[in-house]
């Protein structure tokens, strides 16, 4: 009898992921949101630092006046958005890469070794549970997994025999706990080029490839999501994991849209997935009352697609590093 697979991750890795989702996670993702999006709902406005006092309350105001304008504050965000991200950095850091890796196992039917799910001092792929040997839990099923470049970090400055399975653990928590660091820098990049090409102009570059300001960025967007994937993983459950969020985050957006949570600004707002015409938008047309309403005029932003597809990227990362580091405790 197949056992079923364990896809929640245990309770110190959701716990920590939760943590730095709803720590980390609205700091990295203040990097571009002023450019793309207002909030309706609990806002969070911490004004950048000001080195020069105005003389008088008219100076105050205009002073007031031009920081709104420009949007120029150290961090944006909102108190919804603290705990939206916990939950998302446990389901694509935890929840996802699971449910991706039992489809490609089942796909590619591989079956796991009946003595080794039986036997306790063997390796429990999903589960985790403690046993006598230390070299179990999830982590381990993507030691051998992982093909990229930076799996290397796993070897600086550590010595370890050859059949010591104790320093071989702490290698590869070592390896994990580089990876997700250089992955969580390398995401903030990525939000923050979606902010450079949000504001600035790419002329040149539109010019030359024949195609419109939002589809290059997009392409660009999509690009830099690839390299990062390529470079820190290369495995094809997190490349599923991140493709599934950079189409399912947006539209998971809308509800909140449509409550007044936050709105994209109208330069942002390129993408209306409910609209006459468009597969979704009949769909729920077939259900909405009247068949028509302002849920067609629900605009999201194209290029938050890509930024979805790096912070998963990252949440991944970050959960292999907790399971890795828990497995060695």
């Known amino acids: 009898m197949k056992v079923l697979p364990q896809i929640l991750p245990r309770a110190t890795t959701s716990s920590k992921l939760f943590i730095t989702g709803a720590t980390v996670g609205p700091v990295v993702d203040s990097l571009h949101n002023q450019c793309l999006l207002t909030y309706g709902i609990a806002p969070i406005s911490i004004p950048w630092p000001s080195f020069t006092m105005p003389t008088d309350a008219a100076a105050a105001a205009a002073a007031a006046s031009d920081a709104t304008v420009t949007s120029s504050y150290l961090f944006c965000s909102s108190w919804l958005v603290p705990p939206l991200l916990g939950v998302a950095y446990v389901v694509l850091g935890g929840v996802l890469p699971r449910l991706m890796q039992i489809l490609i196992d089942n796909v590619s039917n591989v079956n796991d070794d009946a003595s080794t799910i039986s036997n306790n001092n063997d390796i429990n792929t999903f589960t985790g549970n403690k046993t006598k040997d230390t070299r179990k839990g999830f982590f381990l099923r ?24 104790d320093g071989e653990n702490r290698q590869y928590q070592t390896g994990m706990r580089n990876r997700a660091l250089v992955a969580v820098l390398s995401t903030a990049l990525i939000i923050k080029l979606s902010e450079f090409l949000e504001t600035q102009q790419l002329d040149a570059f539109v010019t030359n490839t024949n195609l419109d300001i939002g589809m290059s960025n997009l392409i660009i967007m999509l690009f830099a999501a690839l390299a990062q994937w390529a470079t820190l993983d290369g495995t094809i459950a997190a490349l599923l994991a991140a493709t599934v969020t950079s ?81 060695i405790m």
């Not at 707002?269 to 047309?285: C, F, K, R, W």
């Not at 912070?311 to 990362?317: K, P």
């Open 247 to 327: 189409i399912g985050g947006p539209l998971s957006e809308l509800p909140f849209v449509a409550s007044g949570c936050w709105s994209y600004l109208p330069e942002a707002a390129d993408y209306l997935p409910l609209s006459q015409g468009t597969a979704l938008g009949d769909i729920v047309g077939i259900f909405a009352s009247g068949g028509g309403g302002d849920y067609r005029d629900l605009a999201l932003s194209s290029i938050t697609g890509p930024c979805y597809f790096a912070v998963t990227m990252d949440a991944i990362a970050l959960g292999r590093w907790f399971d890795a580091d828990d497995d």
């Open 142 to 165: 993507w030691k051998d997994k992982l093909s990229s470049p930076l799996q290397k970090l796993s070897k600086i400055n550590i010595k370890i025999e050859e059949n010591n399975n």
